[in-house]
């Protein structure tokens, strides 16, 4: 039986049939056949696909850096603006090269043939492409419709943008009081082992023409994730979360003022990182399609529900509306539609965001002071939260009796019958459940590693006074 289902990045080059092989001057009637089969193989690639894809990649790149670095900087105190800057701008530098030399192949390859797949292929991939081996200019990888491609370059530097803001958003958990070096390896440690595998087990598979081969283990499950509620945001916000209870709260938490020190810069990094978001969504179509355009609608209408949301609920609740709280609520619609972007309509977009809006502020506000925990700029409330709302109701607003677009078929091209919301919400359910135990077990396990050691905190001495000083001997502002 074929597996239905339908998720964004696929594997790149796959096998490509021959064309333009040496026939043997036999007869002329072969020479003619052998051409016709050449012509109906030849692969297409499209300037207009590969071009909307570079774009979108770059636009992905925009959103950590310098997106969230400012969104982030914006929140903590003026004496630690630097050292979140410093953070997320060298966990994408880290990133970026580890993905190239390792993550590519790791994520988006087989541990085995299709003939002969290990026990491993269904959780994490091989090191066929390490160091990118192998791939050139002329390689291509396929895209969601049958012999469509694009350079699997491409491809490449899509995935690469993804792999680095997934890895930075977790700086927003630890701020102001975690080791710059604890940092950064904890999260080249996350990536390996719960990035990477995440992302192999959610979007590997083997594309339309090998629509029954191996693929990773939630994909396989008809786990529906198109841009990675699950791989980026639940994966990030499960290890925020883990890391700001294993580090423990900043000194004076609860009993001095913490407030943001640079509002304006938070607005402007969450408004770039809602235009980042459009490449994000968008672009994992792979495509310059109607399904592309949707998600780009989708992106646009959730992200307004949602900050509308979370704005009208703290007026509610807290008697005002503050701008923190908007573009606060608009990140939460941007995690909240992830992974529904091209598998719902503009109406279900909508209701998705105010959900998502509405249970991130509630969250925030109401819950998260009275766990005690100081997970600093909610990397959980918002991307954890917002991540397990959005990919739970992608399950009930895919089906095509809510607007959605069901569940496609790429070995036929044409929606599977008999859509069943209460199956579909269960197989989220489980893409969540898997996300957050994964993640959770990784970033534990990993943090013991790192306080064994370089140790976690920075001392209390240099925390007090900021660690733009005593970590990196600077300071954001002179007066």
């Excluded at 021959?18 to 300037?47: N, S, Y």
């Excluded at 992905?60 to 310098?66: D, K, Q």
């Excluded at 994520?107 to 390490?130: M, V």
């Excluded at 019958?417 to 534990?444: C, D, K, L, R």
Aim: charged share 10%; aromatic share 12%.
């Amino acid at each position: 039986m074929k597996r239905r289902t339908a998720i964004t990045p696929l594997i790149p080059a796959l096998a490509l049939p021959l064309v333009g092989l040496a026939v043997p001057a036999m007869a002329q009637e072969a020479t003619d056949t052998a051409a016709a089969v050449a012509e109906t193989v030849a692969p297409i690639v499209d300037k207009g696909d590969a071009t909307w894809m570079m774009v979108s990649a770059i636009l992905v790149m925009a959103m950590s850096i310098p997106g969230l670095a400012l969104f982030y900087g914006g929140l903590v105190r003026a004496k630690n603006m630097l050292s979140v800057l410093m953070q997320v701008f060298t966990i994408f530098c880290v990133m970026a090269l580890l993905w190239v030399m390792f993550g590519y192949s790791l994520a988006f390859t087989g541990a085995g043939s299709a003939e002969d797949a290990t026990w491993l292929t269904p959780f994490i991939g091989g090191f066929s492409k390490a160091f990118l081996s192998g791939v050139d200019a002329s390689s291509l990888a396929e895209t969601f419709t049958q012999n469509v491609f694009v350079p699997e370059y491409v491809f490449i530097t899509f995935q690469l943008a993804f792999a680095c803001i997934a890895s930075a958003l977790i700086v927003g958990a630890t701020v102001e009081r975690m080791k710059f070096s604890a940092m950064l390896i904890f999260v080249v440690i996350w990536f390996f082992f719960s990035y990477l595998p995440m992302a192999h087990m959610v979007w590997w598979w083997g594309g339309p023409s090998a629509y029954d081969g191996p693929a990773g283990y939630l994909f396989g499950h008809g786990d529906l994730d198109f841009a990675g509620g699950t791989v980026i945001h639940i994966n990030a916000g499960i290890a925020g979360l883990v890391a700001a209870i294993m580090v423990g709260p900043r000194l004076g938490y609860g009993k001095e003022l913490m407030a943001p020190h640079n509002l304006p810069f938070t607005f402007i990094g969450g408004c770039l990182l809602w235009i980042g978001w459009f490449g994000f969504n968008a672009g994992s179509n792979m495509e310059a399609t109607g399904v592309a355009a949707m998600a780009l609608l989708n992106t646009v209408v959730a992200t307004a529900a949602a900050a509308l949301a979370w704005a009208f609920g703290e007026w509610l609740f807290r008697g005002h509306p503050s701008l923190l709280g908007g573009i606060s609520g608009a990140i939460a619609g941007l995690v909240g539609i992830t992974p529904a972007a091209g598998f719902v309509g503009p109406m279900g977009a909508i209701v998705i965001g105010l959900a998502a809006g509405f249970l991130c502020m509630w969250f925030v506000v109401s819950i998260k002071a009275k766990l005690g925990i100081d997970e600093s700029l909610d990397v959980f409330g918002i991307h954890g939260i917002g991540g397990i709302v959005g990919a739970i109701l992608t399950g009930v607003f895919a089906s095509p009796s809510l607007g959605g677009s069901g569940v496609f078929d790429y070995s036929t091209g044409a929606v599977a019958e008999g859509y069943s919301i209460a199956s579909q919400v269960m197989t989220q359910t489980m893409g969540v459940i898997v996300a957050v135990v994964w993640s959770a077990v990784v970033s534990f396990v990993a943090l013991l590693i790192v306080k064994a050691v370089v140790g976690l905190r920075v001392p209390a001495n240099d925390e007090r006074q900021g660690l733009d000083t005593t970590t990196h001997g600077e300071n954001a502002y002179n007066s």
